[in-house]
């Protein structure tokens, strides 16, 4: 099975913009692109950063970014959803991962904010337990949704759109930056 939506010719520019996730899955599969020693410019090919980095396999490597794509849509969640699951009364972790003077100019009232002090408290929850997190525009809260199912946990999610979705869609009205 080949890619229909990147290449490997394409620039990975290109292909952050189909798949915004791409760098965060090529690093955590092949160390490729996290830090200054695996790093790659946005103008380098596909096929370039799989040769530099002697992924020889540059097929997988699409599928791979094609899979952590699809994932991180199923991770998505719409602001109405989990308004419906709070509203309900479901046992859920709703955290808020932006910092808190983020979440001072900007607050989620159904959210808590993330333990920064102890992060580790909530590797020690059960892996069943709902999460659902939450940052400014939803990028980051991404992030820490797929680090958490890398850890095991099962119903993770991250709110689609961020605060910015939520106080459009739920209120109060958080203002864009």
């Known amino acids: 099975m080949t890619s229909t939506k990147i290449q490997p010719s394409m620039t990975m ?8 996730s791409a760098q965060r899955a090529l690093f955590q599969r092949y160390h ?12 380098d090919t596909l096929e370039e950063v799989c040769r530099d ?10 599928l791979h970014l094609e899979r952590s794509d699809e994932l991180d849509r199923r991770m998505q969640v719409e602001p109405r959803t989990v308004k419906s699951w709070l509203d309900a009364g479901e046992a859920l972790r709703f955290i ?11 607050p989620i009232a159904e959210a ?8 580790g408290k909530y590797m020690g929850l059960p892996k069943d337990t709902k999460f ?7 990028a980051r809260s991404l992030d820490v949704a797929a680090y958490f199912v890398g850890h095991g ?18 209120g ?6």
Not at 53 to 62: K, T
Not at 112 to 119: A, H, K, S, V
Not at 155 to 168: D, I, N, P
């Open 13 to 20: 520019e290109e292909i952050l913009r189909i798949f915004p």
């Open 32 to 43: 490729v692109g996290g830090c200054s020693a695996c790093a790659f410019q946005p103008t």
């Open 53 to 62: 980095h002697n992924l020889l396999d540059v097929q997988e490597v699409l």
């Open 96 to 106: 808020d991962v932006r910092t808190p003077q983020e979440i001072e100019a900007a």
């Open 112 to 119: 808590e904010p993330l333990d920064f002090t102890d992060q």
């Open 132 to 138: 659902v997190f939450a940052s400014g525009t939803g």
């Open 153 to 170: 946990f099962e119903q993770v999610y991250s709110l689609k759109g961020g605060a910015e979705a939520w106080g459009r869609d739920i």
């Open 172 to 177: 109060p009205e958080i203002p864009a930056r």
